[in-house]
Each structure stands twice: as C-alpha cells, then as structure tokens.
C-alpha cells in the first residue's frame, strides 16, 4: 500500500491524540503530535519568562529549541522531547495548557513549527493531529478528517486526562480554559482551527474508541 499523510484536525478534547495513535499503530505509520509541539514551545517559553510582544526575544528563543519524537518501550508510543529532556508528562500542565492557544497564536511560533512539521512527512507515511493540519501543514494530505463531540463530554474527557496530574483540578476550570482555548483556536488571524473543505467529518461524542478506529480505517 502506498503511504499516505493523514490530517487530523478539530477542537480540543476530541480525542485526535487518542486516533491517530491507534492509526498510526495499526498501519505501520509514525505519529506526530503537533499539539504537543506547540506545548513543549510554551513550557519552553514559560521556563524563560519570554517577554510574548518582544519579537526580538521571541525569535531568540525559538533559535534554542530543539523538538523531536523518541519512541517509548513501555508505552510503544513516541514521547516528545525538548532539548534531550522527555517532557512528555510536564507538558499536560494546566499552567501550559492555560497559555499554549496565546503563543500558538505567534505568527513567528507558527512558521517555526509548521517548518518542523512539513519536514517530517517528507518521506509520508505519518498521522498527524492538531488544528490546522489538513489547512496549512499538509493540505494535500490524502486523507483529513475534522473531529468533533458534545462541548459536556470534551470537559469530561480533558477533566480524566487532567486530574492524575491536577488533582485540585475542577471541572469548571477545566470547562473555562476550553472554551478560552476553543475561541483564541477559532478566531486567531494565522492559521484559525477550521474545517478543510475535503475534510470529513469525525463526531465522536456516541463512540467508542474502537468505533471511531473502525470509522477512520473504512475511509482509508
């Protein structure tokens, strides 16, 4: 079977991480998760006390970052790292996750991580989620799809996933810093998350993991 780029696109919480891992192990594929890019940008960023409106001190920073996928034994998943350091756990934060959309936002954040993205499907054969995969990273990518679910259900998935970490964690904080995330994704002026007119769409807020895996595999 020829490679292909997979684009997975959608909201927060809908569980594209969760996808395109089963895709990507079950198709031989590697799996790249742009999101946590752009997470490991901002613990980056956060860790200096980057001075956001500084362009200057911007673009220095970004000249000190190194990111790359190292496959994980144990979990047979690929880890992110920054730098050589595996920041896998550190970047599900909340206090990372309260500021990624802002410096995602960055046009210069951008380009550096879109750079780094098209670089890894040179050679295809990868699945890759995040918010503007299949509209600015890949948009030939031979198969998109744009992932949804019930706004009550993504808090309740990003609650779970949050709380081993943030035990404190409410549930209201979780639902706010999703619709903050949801309208700076949607509304920013670089590369806003929206659906690729060839995209299909993914509601998965009635599925099972193995529902939605069945649905992806029977359109490619």
Not at 12 to 23: D, H, V
Not at 48 to 69: G, K, T
Not at 122 to 144: C, L, Q, S, Y
Request: hydrophobic letters at 45%; one cysteine or more.
């Amino acid at each position: 079977m020829i490679k292909k780029i997979i684009a997975i696109d959608g909201w927060s919480a809908c569980g594209k991480s969760t996808l395109a891992k089963q895709l990507a192990n079950k198709l031989g594929y590697v799996y790249i998760d742009s999101g946590a890019m752009y997470r490991a940008i901002t613990l980056f960023f956060l860790r200096q006390n980057i001075n956001l409106s500084n362009a200057a001190e911007v673009l220095e920073a970004l000249r000190n970052i190194n990111i790359d996928f190292r496959l994980n034994t144990d979990s047979q998943h690929s880890d992110i790292y920054l730098n050589g350091e595996n920041i896998e756990d550190l970047i599900r934060d909340l206090s990372v996750a309260g500021k990624v959309s802002d410096i995602a936002a960055i046009a210069a954040v951008r380009t550096f991580a879109v750079a780094q993205q098209q670089k890894m499907g040179n050679n295809k054969g990868i699945v890759m989620d995040g918010r503007d995969i299949g509209t600015t990273v890949f948009p030939n990518a031979e198969i998109k799809l744009f992932m949804t679910a019930d706004s009550a259900i993504r808090v309740e998935r990003r609650l779970k996933e949050l709380s081993p970490k943030n035990p404190h964690i409410t549930m209201e904080e979780v639902k706010k810093n999703l619709e903050n995330r949801d309208h700076l994704d949607s509304t920013r002026e670089i590369s806003p998350l929206r659906k690729a007119a060839d995209a299909i769409v993914l509601d998965n807020t009635h599925l099972t993991m193995d529902e939605q895996l069945e649905f992806a595999l029977r359109l490619i």
